[in-house]
């Protein structure tokens, strides 16, 4: 009889910065934004555990993420120009056979290759906005529907895929983050949905600066002992993504949404900042 691969497991425990329960939406007036490396008494000590070896396990419609592979080939991220023409069609691909949507589109990306809170926003040497690793857990949209009205109206989207909205009976908003460089600092982290409860979601009201009204959920974790059970994958490498739904009109799924999380890795403190791009996706279904 074969006998499985042995796996090196790399479980860590880490802090996650999550929120107050309040009961209520947290206002952009109270807002206040959580950086890694910086605790309150909401902070919890949990085990992340280590998905290498386990992927198979995780479905993005049940546990909200999956991990897959794309081929090795080098991709280039020299110029905004060049993403978009090379990376995009890619992604788009992946995520059609993944979810068999009728039509998927990617609307934007995200670099990030600074980690200091005071370096956000900084551009690169080629004058591009560049993102921090995010220190508190969230959703990057939400559920309620005068919001995802907002959100729809604030994706800069071309009117051929916008009328798709109309047109069809479902969609969804992913996140497709993978690594520049093999991950060593700073790795991301995503929580199985089927663990965290309806409770633990706290809706942030958000305004755009065109003054349309959103929101999106950031995480509390009412338990004392650990509920949530967060993976990450170690030794990442630059064609390994993680694919995790955002939102899903289809909220029967269990994995409708997908909490997530940059988190400390201990001992790699000093180590140079983590280099990532990430990929927002819009799904739609006849």
């Known amino acids: 009889m ?4 042995k796996r090196s497991s790399r479980d860590v425990v880490a802090d996650i910065n999550y929120f107050p329960a309040l ?7 109270s807002w206040k934004r959580r ?19 386990l992927e198979q396990n995780f479905e993005l419609d049940k546990n909200g993420f999956q991990f897959v592979q794309l081929p090795n080939k080098e991709r280039s991220t020299e110029n905004d120009a060049t993403i978009i023409r090379e990376y995009y069609p890619e992604i788009t691909e992946l995520v059609k056979n993944m979810t068999s949507a ?3 589109h990617v609307f934007n990306h995200v670099l990030r290759q600074h980690s200091l809170p005071s370096e956000k926003g900084i551009p690169d040497a080629r004058g591009r906005w560049q993102d921090i690793p995010s220190g508190h857990p969230h959703v990057d949209y939400c559920g309620i529907s005068s919001l995802i009205e907002g959100t729809k109206k604030e994706i800069s989207l071309p009117p051929e895929i916008r ?3 109309d047109t069809c009976s479902r969609f969804a908003y992913l996140g497709v983050w993978r690594p520049l460089k093999p991950l060593v600092k700073d790795p991301l982290t ?9 409770e633990d979601y706290q809706l942030r009201a958000r305004v755009f ?3 349309v009204k959103s929101g999106n959920y950031v995480m509390s974790h009412a338990k004392e002992e650990q509920q949530h059970d967060w993976y990450w994958m170690s030794d990442m ?6 694919v995790f739904k955002g939102y899903d009109t289809e909220q029967n799924l269990p994995g409708w949404r997908c909490p997530h999380t940059a988190f400390v890795l201990p001992g790699t403190e000093d180590l140079p900042p983590r280099e990532s791009i990430e990929m927002r996706v819009v799904c739609f279904w006849d």
Request: glycine fraction near 8%.
């Open 2 to 5: 074969a006998t499985s691969p």
């Open 23 to 29: 009961g209520k939406p947290i206002e952009p007036s």
């Open 35 to 53: 950086f890694l490396g910086v605790s309150d008494e909401y902070t919890k000590a949990v085990t992340i555990r280590d998905v290498r070896g």
């Open 102 to 104: 009728t039509t998927a």
């Open 163 to 165: 009328t798709r909205y």
């Open 190 to 198: 995503v929580a199985d949905a089927t663990t965290v409860p309806d």
């Open 209 to 211: 600066k065109s003054g």
């Open 237 to 242: 490498q630059p064609n390994e993504v993680v």
